[in-house]
């Protein structure tokens, strides 16, 4: 009795501010969108993808588990081949992503290399989240490769599950899992059991409206997705598959898994670096309520 009465009297740590949980997120899982490892002009932007990759490193250290959500292979491959703009012919797509995906890798791996750490390449198409053999394979291997000290670079598998997407109605309806690296990001959060989705893009996060507009202001912090919040959603840029839509509802896929998410600019540099530490940047989704 006397021992619980001390007990009682130990004071109680209050819980963690949501830029505090983020801050001690252990396994993280960061997406990079087609706007921030490509510029303009459709070449890669190597120094901000060499920048990330050190902040991957660095969390990598400091002894966090990072997984690598990326983006790009279709305009790198575009690039490759000569082209003016992203093709809109599915099968010119599909070969567009053969051939980006291996310039893709070979400049994360230069990059992280140079770190000293190994990269791992894991392609993925719904039936791996579908089929649950697969799904505990996928599981299994993403464990295996963290324990090794690997770090895994995801990407969707456009070479063939653009085909299984659009596949003819005469054979049948499925359920659509994901069709970008968005959702895929946060499909891949949920099933390696990681406690932070960070979403990188070329904005610096969720504004009320058109952040070219006057009075357009950034929203810092948010609980959860609401018809409200999807309103301030715009389209997609062209570039990529996925908007600002698409993000949220990638946000509402980790919050639903109560883990929170952020939004950010992934053109700023050490945008991971402060981010990580608990920094007031980029929109912040926490799952619930603020207490």
């Known amino acids: 009795m006397k021992r ?9 740590r209050p819980p963690l501010t949501p830029r505090e949980r983020v801050a001690a997120a252990a ?7 087609t706007t921030v490892v490509m510029r303009d002009d459709g070449s890669a932007s190597i120094g901000v993808l060499y920048g990330i990759a050190e902040s991957l490193a660095n969390l990598r250290r400091a002894g966090r588990e990072v997984l690598l959500v990326s983006s790009g292979a279709v305009g790198l491959g575009a690039q490759r081949l000569g082209l003016a703009s992203k093709p809109s012919e599915l099968v010119m797509i599909q070969a567009c992503a053969a051939i980006g995906q291996s310039r893709l890798m070979s400049l994360y791996d230069d990059a992280f ?15 791996d989240f579908l089929d649950a053999t697969r799904n505990d394979n996928l599981r299994a291997t993403l464990a295996k490769l963290l324990a090794l000290g690997v770090i895994p670079i995801i990407n969707e598998n456009d070479t063939v599950s653009t085909a299984e997407l659009d596949r003819p109605a ?4 499925r359920a659509h899992v994901f069709g970008d690296n968005d959702k895929l990001s946060a499909l891949v959060m949920t099933h390696s059991g990681a406690d932070l989705l960070i979403l990188l893009s070329d904005v610096d996060g969720l504004y009320t409206s058109d952040p070219q507009r006057h009075g357009a202001t950034l929203v810092e912090e948010l609980s959860g997705v609401t018809d409200a919040v999807r309103a301030f959603a715009k389209g997609g840029n062209g570039r990529g598959r996925g908007g600002m839509e698409s ?13 929170p998410a952020v939004i950010a600019n992934g053109r700023t540099a ?22």
């Open 270 to 291: 050490g945008i991971l670096d402060l981010i990580c530490s608990g920094k007031n940047i980029g929109s912040l989704f926490f799952p619930g309520k603020r207490p």
């Open 247 to 259: 993000k949220l509802e990638a946000v509402r896929i980790a919050n639903e898994a109560g883990q």
């Open 170 to 173: 005469s054979r049948g309806a």
């Open 27 to 33: 396994r993280i899982v960061v997406k990079v969108g």
């Open 113 to 127: 290399e140079k770190l000293g750490y190994r990269v791992a390449q894991v392609l993925l198409t719904e039936d």
């Open 4 to 12: 619980q009465a001390i007990e009682s009297r130990k004071p109680r």
